[in-house]
């Protein structure tokens, strides 16, 4: 079991890209989640997906921020136009029904800097 | 809204003694469920224990057990015989049980413990 795969480990862009960060699961896990970890904020909830299905973006912003779960094993966070504010580790994690008593599995997190 | 504050910012401890981790939270659902997460020097973050809302028993797992007062809304970390391999920021959370199962979970600020020698 590799665990929670995200993809890149760090990515670095200049202010007004896009930048696509990939998550991957742990096989049969069907809730993955997105966090947004700063000094500053400490871990923030994002969104959830629960059998592809979006089930709370209560954290996303509202504006240049958008996930998708196109198939069980992987979810993409966009992020356009980015800002340094943007730069943060971005968690993804998994669990396997997605029930309230469930761990959750974390990924190693993407770093992104945003120049 | 659910609120999780950890007061303590850094701990430090000698090996080999016990540490006390705090941690209070904020819900209006009568059943929830509190979690303690790890998170090493590699930026892992990983679970250690969890406390249900409805149990009166501590839980307890490996060297790692709770404290949980209800009427307190307090649950804190009991790490005994600590290690220096122990040293990470711990993360306190909870997760609400409401209709929408699966809901997102709510860290504290996190504590720093350091174990030397």
């Known amino acids: 079991n590799a665990g929670v795969i995200q993809t890149p480990r760090h990515k670095v862009t200049g202010k007004g890209q896009e930048a696509t960060l990939w998550c991957e699961p742990i096989?049969?896990?069907?809730?993955v989640f997105w966090y947004r970890q700063t000094i500053v904020q400490g871990l923030e909830f994002l969104t959830y997906?629960?059998?592809?299905?979006?089930?709370?973006d209560s954290g996303m912003p509202k504006e240049r921020f958008s996930a998708q779960m196109p198939n069980q094993s992987h979810s993409t966070l966009k992020i356009q136009s980015t800002q340094p504010q943007d730069s943060a580790v971005y968690l993804c994690?998994?669990?396997?029904?997605?029930?309230?008593?469930?761990?959750?599995?974390f990924g190693h997190g993407t770093k992104l800097s945003v120049l | 809204a659910q609120k999780v504050t950890q007061t303590q910012t850094s701990i430090s401890v000698v090996e080999k003694t016990t540490v006390t981790m705090d941690c209070v939270y904020e819900?209006?659902?009568?059943?929830?469920?509190l979690f303690w997460y790890k998170q090493t020097a590699s930026g892992e973050i990983v679970f250690l224990i969890r406390?249900?809302?409805?149990?009166?028993e501590n839980a307890t797992v490996g060297h790692y057990s709770l404290n949980f007062q209800k009427p307190k809304s307090s649950i804190g970390l009991i790490i005994t015989a600590t290690q220096i391999e122990d040293s990470a920021v711990y993360f306190c959370?909870?997760?609400?049980?409401?209709?929408?199962?699966?809901?997102?979970?709510?860290f504290g600020g996190g504590t720093r413990l350091t174990v030397r020698p």
């Open positions: 406390q249900d809302s409805y149990k009166k």
């Open positions: 096989s049969g896990h069907s809730a």
């Open positions: 959370a909870m997760r609400e049980v409401n209709n929408n199962a699966g809901a997102k979970l709510t």
């Open positions: 819900t209006r659902d009568s059943s929830y469920f």
């Open positions: 994690a998994s669990s396997l029904e997605g029930f309230s008593n469930e761990r959750l599995f």
């Open positions: 997906f629960r059998n592809q299905a979006p089930i709370d």
